[in-house]
């Protein structure tokens, strides 16, 4: 029996609901509707009063959320999309971000975040908020690749006492499968080398993985061997994985769907050109999503971020510098 990445962060949820009492999930429409990409189908019958359904307000939303684990409890906050957690803004970086150093009381909360484009979604169900969450100190923002990742580091985020941004694919949700959960799983924090190479290393995380894998499977018969890191979480960065990687290639593309403006990959350049700089042997480059509000069209949207053609043409490029 296979699953999609979808399955698996609802069997993640109906696991922790079965064995930990002190989880909760908290959204609009999670309930009886199973959430909006049904995520949590079936999950308020199975644990009755667990599974609750929230006003259209995501600034209480997280205020509760937050009440809730300064109390003791687990909660598991869904977003109907990424975007939309930016009206509760002020309660996670504000409140659950800053709890902590402000009183020594944890705060164990997960929000889930459907983050990334599909065909046709555009400016308001799209975004992808990553680089946002994790510049603010205290927050933990994880951005799972794989079917794998997906059960495994949720299982992980509940059991954290820091607040979780759980940044999880809406394209990855039907479009990845697995035959069986996992039984083991890299910690948080440790990038996993997702293809091993010698002539350039991608560094990527979420969807973008499976974009730079594609590259790396067509390049191949042309004897270009590359190397692909999956950063698997954004905050805390893995950059000895990183290093690592950069000392075996001496080539560097960081690729992200986000914006490029102060984002993942602008990060890890920077952390391997002011710690890593003799590793290289040309300038580390990135690529991006266009640095304007996603668009409605298909055709535009496909040109908006970065593709396995994109990518591949700046793989070509790299490596004539």
Same mark, same amino acid.
């Given at each position: ?208 993985? /499976?974009?730079? +894998?594609?590259? *790396? ?5 042309? !004897? =270009?061997?590359?190397? %692909?890191?999956? $950063? ?64 409605? /069209?298909?055709? +535009?949207?496909? *040109? ?5 053609? !994109? =990518?591949?043409?700046? %793989?070509?490029? $790299?490596?004539?510098?």
């Amino acid at each position: 029996m296979s699953l999609t990445y979808l399955e698996a962060i609802r069997e993640a949820q109906a696991r922790l609901l079965a064995e930990d009492p002190r989880v909760f999930i908290y959204g609009q429409d999670v309930g009886a509707f199973g959430g909006a990409f049904k995520a949590t189908k079936n999950l308020a019958k199975q644990f009755p009063g667990r599974v609750l359904d929230a006003p259209i307000s995501e600034d209480a939303i997280i205020g509760l959320a937050v009440g809730a684990a300064i109390e003791g409890l687990r909660p598991i906050v869904e977003m109907q999309f990424a975007d939309f957690s930016v009206t509760g803004f002020s309660q996670i970086v504000n409140q659950a971000a800053t709890l902590f150093w402000r009183t020594q009381v944890p705060c164990p909360l997960v929000i889930r975040l459907p983050s990334g484009g599909t065909a046709g979604s555009g400016p308001f169900h799209s975004v992808c908020l990553d680089s946002v969450y994790a510049h603010f100190p205290g927050l933990i923002v994880l951005t799972p690749a794989t079917v794998e990742d997906a059960y495994s580091m949720l299982l992980e985020a509940v059991a954290l006492d820091d607040p979780v941004i759980f940044c999880e694919h809406k394209y990855l949700y039907y479009h990845l499968k697995a035959d069986a959960l996992p039984t083991e799983a890299l910690p948080i924090g440790k990038a996993r080398l997702a293809r091993e190479g010698r002539d350039l290393t991608i560094v990527t995380y979420s969807a973008m993985v /499976h974009e730079a +894998l594609a590259v *790396a499977e067509e390049l191949a018969t042309e !004897s =270009i061997e590359i190397e %692909v890191v999956d $950063l698997r979480s954004v905050k805390p960065l893995d950059t000895d994985t990183v290093m690592a990687s950069v000392a075996r290639t001496g080539r560097l593309l960081c690729v992200g769907e986000e914006w490029p403006w102060g984002g993942v990959t602008a990060e890890v350049i920077a952390r391997v050109a002011s710690e890593g700089f003799g590793l290289l042997d040309a300038p580390p480059m990135r690529l991006n999503a266009k640095d304007t509000p996603v668009p409605f /069209h298909p055709n +535009l949207w496909a *040109a908006h971020r970065p593709t396995a053609g !994109s =990518i591949a043409s700046a %793989v070509r490029q $790299l490596l004539r510098l």
